[in-house]
């Protein structure tokens, strides 16, 4: 059974951080890119970052370059995203994502993160 599960999300100031975490299993996680999208209320879906299977390469919306970084540890089954100098604007429900064209397509179940003063 595939899993992904978040955990980390939370309330936070403007200008403080936060790490999520993506735990994985039931599925070959060093085969699979990993990403991480958000959606803030009443807009779509967006893609935040991503970095290969190997980890030896990263991508990021430009909104969060320089602020958000994405990493993960293929003996532990995890990604991770470092989110520092948090705005208000990267209010939003925060999901984890597993690919692999032609086999797989995974979502965890999101994990909520709120930058408020």
């Known amino acids: 059974q595939v899993q992904l599960v978040e955990s980390g999300g939370g309330l936070v100031q403007p200008g403080g951080s936060l790490r999520l975490s993506c735990a994985a299993s039931?599925?070959?996680?060093?085969?699979?890119?990993m990403s991480w999208y958000r959606q803030a209320p009443g807009k779509e879906r967006e893609l935040v970052a991503s970095?290969?299977?190997?980890?030896?390469?990263?991508n990021y919306a430009d909104s969060v370059k320089g602020r958000f970084t994405i990493s993960r540890d293929n003996a532990k089954n995890t990604a991770a995203l470092q989110m520092n100098s948090l705005k208000p604007e990267d209010t939003a429900v925060y999901y984890c994502?597993?690919?692999?064209?032609?086999?797989?397509?995974?979502w965890g179940q999101g994990t909520q993160v709120t930058v408020s003063s």
């Open positions: 994502n597993a690919r692999r064209a032609g086999a797989g397509n995974y």
């Open positions: 970095i290969s299977s190997g980890g030896g390469s990263r």
């Open positions: 039931g599925f070959i996680f060093g085969w699979y890119a």
